[in-house]
T-cell receptor, first 112, second 112 residues
């Protein structure tokens, strides 16, 4: 079946790194995504990784994919207060334009 | 347009009434999706349209929900005989590539 799981909450100190983890069940996933939702706002695509990659780096963001364990993580370096948001992990099943399955989201809070 | 546009942004309706939610996707995007986000919950897939293919309606929660997409562009999600459990933010997204969706800001539906 199709399922994406994430922990619900993460609290980190400003300036530290945040690591948000996600597991998925469908081995036929083609793309995996991280979306960010700030309070009262829509979802914004942060980054994505193709399933034949194991790492992608984009400025402060690092995505790691362990396809064998079906585990995806998002690392945010030097976490800032503006990073406070809900982060959704998502996987695309099958061919182009197939539906994307989202996790429940991880609420990241930053403490001073 | 520059982004995905949804209207209305907020809708309050009485239990038992019908509502229509509208989505204008990004021009040229062939795929269009509807999701629902209940308070504090993740995204629940409802339906998606891809070009002229038959829509994937597998996520619609009951036969009170229906959607259409006219001319491969604008989509309308209709909820008949609304119930309080239908209260949620209804999100529309469109896509033309494998690189993720672009979401609209959503319609917040409140059934009283």
């Amino acid at each position: 079946g199709e399922d994406v799981e994430q922990s619900l909450f993460l609290s980190v100190r400003e300036g530290d790194s945040s690591v948000i983890n996600c597991t998925y069940t469908d081995s036929s996933s083609t793309y995996l995504y991280w979306y960010k939702q700030e309070p009262g706002a829509g979802l914004q695509l942060l980054t994505y990784i193709f399933s034949n990659m194991d790492m992608k780096q984009d400025q402060r963001l690092t995505v790691l994919l362990n396809k064998k364990d079906k585990h995806l993580s998002l690392r945010i370096a030097d976490t800032q207060t503006g990073d406070s948001a809900i982060y959704f992990c998502a996987e695309r099943i099958g061919s182009s334009a197939s539906k994307i399955i989202f996790g429940s989201g991880t609420r990241l809070s930053i403490r001073p | 347009g520059a982004g995905v546009s949804q209207s209305p942004s907020n809708k309050v309706t009485e239990k038992g009434k019908d509502v229509e939610l509208r989505c204008d996707p990004i021009s040229g995007h062939t795929a269009l999706y509807w999701y629902r986000q209940s308070l504090g919950q993740g995204l629940e897939f409802l339906i998606y349209f891809q070009g002229n293919s038959a829509p994937d309606k597998s996520g619609l929660p009951s036969d009170r929900f229906s959607a259409e997409r006219t001319g491969g562009s604008v989509s309308t999600l209709t909820i008949q005989r609304t119930q309080q459990e239908d209260s949620a933010v209804y999100l529309c997204a469109s896509s033309s590539t494998d690189y993720g969706y672009t979401f609209g800001s959503g319609t917040r539906l409140t059934v009283v």
